[in-house]
């Protein structure tokens, strides 16, 4: 991509962001193009749709939580379940502080979780990394898949939209049944 366009694209990201986070699920595509100071028709080439506009953003934040997350595994020296239950702790409170993910829906976060062409997203393989070293050490089951993660990351963010629902009481519990399958409970 040419400078000039990634640019582009990084400030129309940046104005997308304040747009929702402002205006929420009602935000229009001529509101971020005002905010990014680009014309409408150029959030359209880049992005096709506002839902397309929207699937990037998400993306977006994702992969930057995934950046995050990373560095924080490869840090502390944390053992292979603290790797693996700070990755859903911390999954679960960037969806209850970025009300985008959850407004976008926990099917289309999930589709994007996956990826795009096919590919995986940087998010499956940080959780398929966080998998093979936990079931090696032998503190996650066996069996356990990343998109037994994604789906369990993604109806913890539901529970978290959900007002007088407490997502950090059912978020104990997955990881309490995800602990006890890896003992050989059954």
Not at 96 to 115: F, I, K, P, S, Y
Not at 117 to 128: C, D, T
Request: glycine share 12%; net charge negative; with cysteine.
């Amino acid at each position: 991509m040419r400078k000039d366009a990634q640019r582009n694209h990084e400030r129309i990201l940046a104005a997308a962001s304040r747009v929702f986070s402002e205006l929420g699920t009602a935000a229009q595509v001529e509101d971020v193009a005002r905010a990014a100071e680009v014309g409408v028709g150029t959030i359209y080439r880049r992005f096709g749709s506002r839902d397309g506009l929207i699937a990037a953003l998400v993306v977006h934040r994702l992969n930057a939580w995934a950046t995050q997350a990373r560095t924080a595994l490869g840090g502390a020296g944390a053992d292979n379940w603290e790797a693996f239950s700070g990755l859903l702790w911390s999954y679960a409170e960037s969806c209850v502080a970025d009300h985008q993910l959850l407004d976008l829906g926990c099917a289309r976060v999930l589709e994007l979780l996956n990826g795009e062409g096919g590919r995986p997203g940087e998010v499956v393989v940080l959780v398929e990394e966080v998998i093979t070293q936990g079931v090696a050490a032998g503190v996650l089951p066996p069996a356990l898949t990343s998109g037994d993660v994604i789906a369990l990351m993604t109806a913890i963010g539901s529970v978290a939209a959900v007002p007088g629902l407490d997502w950090r009481t059912v978020m104990h519990y997955a990881l309490e049944g995800v602990r006890h399958g890896a003992s050989g409970g059954s």
